[in-house]
């Protein structure tokens, strides 16, 4: 019965130079998302590469403010529960009840604006089939070709660029 | 943890608390209902689309408040309190897990799911895997879960009401008992009115109802006993000192692991509610659908950042009531007193009635706002999944809503009776439902959106496992409460390493690798399978009523820019 099972993804995908080769935007444009693989641990498309290393950065950031002070607490329980200069919280405590929900609000956010940027930077553009809901993004997607947010953008991303960023 | 908690379970009457008929709270209460149901009444709906997903038409900020209202049901509003007062640091971890949880739902499978765009989740796990048996697992599950879920609802709408209405008592049923059954016959034919566009109105409105009267009781409680002025979120630090130790210490009630364990639990819970994700398919796209996860967190967080004072407010006016004793005194505080201190705080402060029946009134509202959630997809699970998918293929629109509707009421009368002598406090009870969606519904989302090759033996293997190490420890731990007169658990060393709170923290790797270990050694899944779950990760816009099966079978082979 077993014919295929070796789980190697059968159908070759296209465009994986690694996202190198030109404008992200091309590079979107040229990839055939349906005949990229799909798997967690090994990216097929320069899309979902970049979008994974936010994803992580983000989690072990996660996962260090939620386990991290109650693990400390765990180990050095007396530094941890020192009482802290004039809110009077014991650390611990308020490194869990205040800065576990507050970070977390702060994260999404950060991943929801990392996400339009990632968008705009790949030419992705939601208007078509949105009003502006809004969130208080600078969302705008990619009608300016991706141009926008310079500022924002890492610099390795904009050695990336080889074609001067102009997209359309 | 739940020891403290389950003294006086058999009599389940506050403390101290003012059980009696009270005029302008009860007007409160059930104008509030009646506005609930007028709004349902004017968004009533007949088809099953509208019913189901509100026709997709929800925006960001008015999904993040249904979010909010959906998320926030008497757990948060009262068992929160109640978690945080009996057993300090460890309550903390339901804080945690029922806020950050939002964010690893937001990186991993929001949009995904959005893309994927399937009303339920039975009909997720269905369609990803090809296989009748993986949705009618999964459909039990959601059922089990709305189920589980709402006898803590159940338990804290009975105990509010018990302040508003006092001690109904009729017909041999004790007044906690009698008021079990008039909640629920409310929240039931308040449901069976109104479909999930009815639903979602009041969403918005019962968020609104039910954060301003959590803020209000807050801040006024602080105020005017001078605990605190502009930020009582950071302002009752200053009081923990003259609380008891047991308030603030670390692992005085649990061990690390289990604080671990619980909040895991709680993280993985909320990716695989079905009640949360069916949000993702009100929305108009992926955007809106991440930026409504962040503003709903949001919503949660304002109340979730002033629990923990509120609490602390509480506690100490319980300590300093004359009428009471102590709270880790002996008697220490019962059970069901700290399932409802956000009401007898404002009780004890000496706030007008009214006041009080407001502060009651939004716990009230978390509680309906949550139990019309689960009992929509608790029932939508029978009606779409089981009956018509499995049963009657060619049910009509009209059999679809009557079986939809007669779920409700299914689950309504299940709910009643297990709430009529619950097993554990508000919180516990969600988080045993939580343990079943993180270790059954969440390795099945998770591998189905970002393994392409987790087929159908995989999901169906999976999802037996985490069946069987959720039930297990219910068994061990929750049977004996019934059986036995101590209540103490049949294994002690299991419900240790494996308690049933936290379940998920062994559950999960062990679902993963049987899901991973299986799918690799059985054939791959069929290439359109595939195919749909690579759309799901294509970063390319889609419209706002298409799914990425129709984008696959529709145009995929040819990209509109090639």
Redesign the interface.
């Known amino acids: 019965?077993?014919?295929?099972?070796t789980?190697d993804?059968t159908?070759e995908r296209t465009a994986t130079d690694g996202g190198v080769a030109g404008h992200h935007g091309q590079s979107?444009?040229n990839t055939?998302?349906?005949?990229?693989?799909?798997?967690?641990l090994n990216p097929s498309t320069p899309?979902?590469r970049d979008?994974l290393r936010?994803?992580w950065t983000?989690?072990v950031t996660?996962a260090i403010?939620?386990?991290g002070p109650?693990?400390l607490?765990?180990a050095m329980?007396d530094l941890?529960?020192t009482?802290?200069p004039v809110?009077?919280?014991?650390l611990?405590?308020?490194l869990?009840?205040?800065c576990?929900?507050?970070?977390?609000?702060i994260?999404?956010?950060w991943?929801?604006r990392k996400?339009?940027q990632?968008?705009a930077k790949?030419g992705?553009?939601?208007t078509?089939?949105?009003?502006s809901?809004?969130?208080?993004?600078e969302?705008a997607a990619a009608t300016d070709g991706g141009e926008r947010s310079q500022s924002d953008r890492d610099p390795r991303q904009d050695a990336e660029r080889s074609d001067g960023g102009v997209s359309e | 943890m739940t020891g403290t908690a389950t003294v006086l379970q058999s009599e389940l009457l506050p403390q101290g608390m003012d059980v009696s008929f009270k005029l302008a709270p009860a007007i409160l209460v059930l104008g509030m209902l009646g506005t609930f149901l007028l709004i349902g009444f004017v968004f009533r709906v007949a088809d099953t689309e509208d019913m189901w997903v509100a026709g997709r038409s929800i925006?960001?900020?008015e999904n993040g408040m249904a979010i909010g209202a959906n998320w926030m049901s008497a757990a948060s509003y009262l068992g929160m309190a109640a978690l945080i007062a009996l057993s300090g640091?460890y309550g903390?971890a339901f804080?945690?897990g029922w806020?950050?949880g939002?964010?690893?739902l937001?990186?991993?499978m929001a949009?995904q799911m959005r893309r994927f765009g399937k009303y339920t989740a039975p009909d997720f796990v269905g369609d990803r895997f090809n296989s009748d048996s993986a949705r009618a697992i999964a459909a039990i599950t959601t059922f089990l879960i709305a189920f589980v879920y709402a006898i803590g609802q159940a338990r804290g709408m009975a105990l509010v009401g018990l302040y508003i209405f006092g001690d109904l008592g009729f017909a041999g049923f004790s007044g906690y008992q009698a008021m079990v059954i008039f909640m629920m016959t409310i929240t039931v034919g308040y449901l069976t009115l109104s479909g999930m566009l009815g639903a979602t109105k009041n969403m918005a409105v019962q968020y609104v109802i039910l954060i301003s009267a959590f803020l209000a009781g807050m801040y006024v409680v602080g105020w005017t006993q001078g605990y605190s002025t502009v930020l009582p979120?950071?302002?009752y630090?200053?009081l923990?000192?003259e609380l008891g130790n047991e308030f603030?210490?670390?692992?005085a009630n649990s061990s690390?692991y289990l604080?671990?364990a619980t909040?895991f639990s709680l993280?993985v819970g909320t990716c695989g509610l079905p009640h949360v994700l069916v949000r993702f398919y009100t929305?108009?796209?992926?955007?809106?659908a991440?930026?409504?996860?962040?503003?709903g967190?949001?919503f949660i967080?304002l109340l979730?950042?002033g629990a923990?004072a509120y609490t602390a407010f509480g506690t100490r006016l319980y300590d300093l009531n004359s009428a009471t004793g102590t709270t880790y005194g002996d008697p220490g505080m019962s059970g069901s007193t700290a399932d409802v201190l956000v009401v007898i705080a404002a009780q004890f402060a000496n706030l007008p009635q009214w006041f009080v029946g407001l502060v009651a009134a939004g716990g009230i509202a978390a509680a309906i706002a949550t139990t019309a959630g689960l009992f929509i997809t608790g029932s939508s699970a029978v009606s779409h999944d089981i009956y018509t998918n499995l049963i009657n293929e060619d049910a009509t629109q009209r059999q679809q809503i009557l079986v939809g509707r007669l779920g409700i009421i299914a689950l309504g009368v299940l709910t009643t009776l297990a709430a009529l002598d619950p097993a554990a406090p508000i919180a516990a009870l969600v988080s045993y439902a939580f343990s079943l969606a993180g270790a059954v519904l969440f390795p099945m989302f998770f591998l189905g959106?970002?393994?392409?090759?987790t087929n159908r033996e995989g999901a169906l293997a999976g999802m037996l496992t985490g069946l069987t190490i959720w039930v297990i420890p219910m068994i061990n731990e929750v049977v004996p409460t019934y059986t036995t007169s101590t209540g103490d658990p049949f294994v002690p060393v299991l419900a240790q390493w494996v308690p049933a709170i936290g379940s998920a923290l062994v559950a999960v790797p062990i679902v993963f690798a049987v899901t991973i270990g299986v799918s690799?050694?059985?054939?791959?899944p069929p290439?359109e399978t595939?195919?749909v779950?690579?759309?799901?990760?294509?970063?390319?816009?889609?419209?706002?009523q298409q799914a990425a099966e129709d984008v696959?079978t529709d145009g995929?082979e040819t990209?509109a820019?090639?």
């Not at chain 1, 809110?87 to 014991?90: A, K």
């Not at chain 2, 603030?248 to 692992?251: A, I, L, V």
């Open positions: 019965m077993a014919d295929n099972n789980q993804s159908d979107h444009r055939d998302y349906l005949n990229a693989e799909v798997n967690l899309f979902m979008h936010i994803i983000g989690f996660w403010l939620v386990f109650v693990l607490t765990a329980p941890m529960t009482t802290m809110i009077e919280f014991p611990h405590y308020f869990v009840a205040v576990g929900p507050s970070g977390a609000l994260l999404s956010a991943y929801a996400r339009d990632l968008d790949y992705i553009d939601h078509t089939t949105t009003e809901g809004g969130g208080g993004s969302d | 925006g960001n900020i640091f903390l804080v945690v806020t950050t939002y964010f690893i937001l990186i991993f949009a979120q950071i302002e630090g200053m923990l000192s603030t210490e670390p692992f690390p604080w671990i909040c993280v929305v108009e796209n992926e955007r809106t991440r930026w409504s996860t962040v503003t967190l949001f967080c979730y950042l923990p959106l970002w393994w392409e090759n690799a050694m059985t054939d791959e290439i595939k195919r779950v690579r759309q799901c990760h294509s970063p390319e816009p889609m419209g706002q696959v995929g990209p820019d090639d």
